[in-house]
């Protein structure tokens, strides 16, 4: 009897796999959850990043002043209410009535309209305030072309100091010189206008775009970026399935965001995104 007792425990102890072995394929599990992780927030950062690569990711540097035409006040209110909330998140203020305005939120029926004749007549409203050139035609054409919201974002470098290039020149830095980590200049976001097409508004919820706009006032996506398979409120007039406001990854961004030191070039300050956004 002992003899049948140890033969059958024999057996199953042989069709266990041993404890190092399922050690290694959690391990492995785990690797790869975490590779699949990585790179899902690198496509989600390509996209909101700027597609000029040698600029640094815009951010606010001062309070939020909103002003909205065309917009009933209780809309108008409740769109203020998530762009509030998002900003405290993330620690940047809002301010009060009677503020220096540099954000305007416009709906409109005629924006096509509206939307070439802002860029053609006044093209210095898009891209960088430090940069002379023009902006670059492919913003342009995602700017006029027909969409729910669109978005014009002005930027302006700036020294360590917080001092602004003056007609073409360098202000003085305190900081001797750049390195690989640390870059002399920052990039900040200086005006923002988004535009609401009233006619092909339709079908979303003041949550969903009040997200939305909330996402495209304190950060810079990319206007041109496709986001229909990304986990994020970007995605929500790209013609897939509808997110119901502004996702965890969205939130995460705009943490790393406002968290990271601006100071950082691009791609230094992609990594640090990307290092924040993954993390537990």
Request: hydrophobic share 40%.
């Amino acid at each position: 009897m002992l003899a049948v007792l140890l033969y059958l425990a024999n057996v199953a102890l042989a069709g266990e796999p041993k404890l190092s072995q399922r050690g290694h394929s959690v391990v492995e599990e785990d690797v790869v959850v975490t590779a699949s992780r990585r790179r899902a927030v690198e496509q989600y950062i390509d996209r909101v990043s700027p597609a000029e690569q040698r600029r640094q990711m815009a951010r606010w540097n001062v309070p939020l002043c909103i002003k909205y035409e065309g917009v009933n006040a209780s809309v108008a209110s409740f769109i203020q209410s998530r762009i509030v909330e998002t900003a405290k998140r993330v620690s940047l203020d809002v301010g009060r009535k009677g503020c220096n305005e540099n954000v305007l939120v416009k709906l409109s029926d005629q924006a096509d309209e509206l939307a070439r004749a802002w860029v053609h007549l006044s093209p210095r409203r898009v891209g960088s305030a430090s940069d002379e050139s023009l902006p670059p035609k492919r913003l342009v054409d995602a700017i006029e072309a027909p969409r729910v919201v669109r978005w014009m974002t002005l930027t302006e470098t700036i020294n360590y100091d917080g001092l602004s290039f003056d007609h073409g020149e360098k202000p003085t830095n305190k900081l001797a010189s750049a390195s690989l980590i640390r870059s002399s200049t920052r990039e900040v976001i200086r005006s923002k206008i988004v535009l609401i097409d009233a006619v092909r508004l339709s079908g979303v919820t003041l949550k969903q775009l009040g997200d939305h706009i909330a996402f495209v006032v304190l950060a810079s996506p990319d206007i041109a970026a496709d986001f229909s398979e990304q986990n994020s409120v970007m995605s929500l007039f790209s013609g897939g399935s509808r997110p119901t406001g502004r996702t965890s990854q969205d939130f995460r961004f705009l943490k790393a965001l406002y968290s990271i030191p601006p100071d950082r070039p691009p791609a230094v300050q992609t990594g640090l995104l990307l290092d924040y956004m993954v993390r537990d």
